[in-house]
T-cell receptor, first 111, second 114 residues
Framework: AQTVTQSQPEMSVQEAETVTLSCTYD???????LFWYKQPPSRQMILVIR??????QNATENRFSVNFQKAAKSFSLKISDSQLGDAAMYFC????????FGTGTSLTVIP | DSGVTQTPKHLITATGQRVTLRCSPR?????VYWYQQSLDQGLQFLIQ???????AKGNILERFSAQQFPDLHSELNLSSLELGDSALYFC?????????????FGSGTRLTVV
């Protein structure tokens, strides 16, 4: 069975600081993809970053980067230089033939 | 604008009623997915369609049904509504069956059952 676990229901970070959100997963598929989605108060789901499991290089998108540890089945999201607009619920997701979401981490950014 | 269009944006209805939520996928996307998100809850997968055919079913109640039409738009029908059905219903689309580029989400339909 495929599962995605986010063990941090809530996190907070000072503005301009760095925060890391954790995600672990389990899958029996050999070819899969990992994603982080952001859901701000508007409730719109926004794709933040994507990682192909067969690539060892960690994905980066501006201030967002991931630490992908395939053997450990870990996929954490690092947000650098945190901004007030980063405050949102963040969902980790596993994709392949189906899509599986974690339960989310609520990130608060403190001015 | 993500390219996935959901209508209506808001819906208020009474218990026992039936409603239809509509979704138009992003141009070129063949797969449509429906999710339910209750207040402060995660995303519950309901059902997936690919090019008009049902491909996967999640935790969808028997009171709920969906279909995808030849023009690829999809409708989610919710009947005998209960207070607990109040939620945000998302539609998402992707180009193919294998989800390698992620979903594109619509902005959701907020359903309130009173």
């Amino acid at each position: 069975a495929q599962t995605v676990t986010q063990s941090q229901p809530e996190m907070s970070v000072q503005e301009a600081e760095t925060v890391t959100l954790s995600c672990t997963y389990d899958t029996s598929e050999s070819d899969y993809y990992l994603f982080w989605y952001k859901q701000p108060p508007s409730r719109q789901m926004i794709l933040v970053i994507r990682q192909e499991a067969y690539k060892q290089q960690n994905a980066t998108e501006n201030r967002f980067s991931v630490n992908f540890q395939k053997a450990a089945k870990s996929f954490s999201l690092k947000i650098s230089d945190s901004q007030l607009g980063d405050a949102a619920m963040y969902f980790c997701a596993l994709g392949g033939h189906q899509f599986y979401f974690g339960t989310g981490t609520s990130l608060t950014v403190i001015p | 604008d993500s390219g996935v269009t959901q209508t209506p944006k808001h819906l208020i209805t009474a218990t026992g009623q039936r409603v239809t939520l509509r979704c138009s996928p992003r141009s070129g996307d063949l797969s449509v997915y429906w999710y339910q998100q209750s207040l402060d809850q995660g995303l519950q997968f309901l059902i997936q369609y690919y090019n008009g055919e049902e491909r996967a079913k999640g935790n969808i109640l028997e009171r709920f049904s969906a279909q995808q039409f030849p023009d690829l738009h999809s409708e989610l029908n919710l009947s005998s509504l209960e207070l607990g059905d109040s939620a945000l219903y998302f539609c998402a689309s992707s180009p193919a069956v294998v989800i390698n580029y992620g979903y594109t989400f619509g902005s959701g339909t907020r359903l309130t059952v009173v």
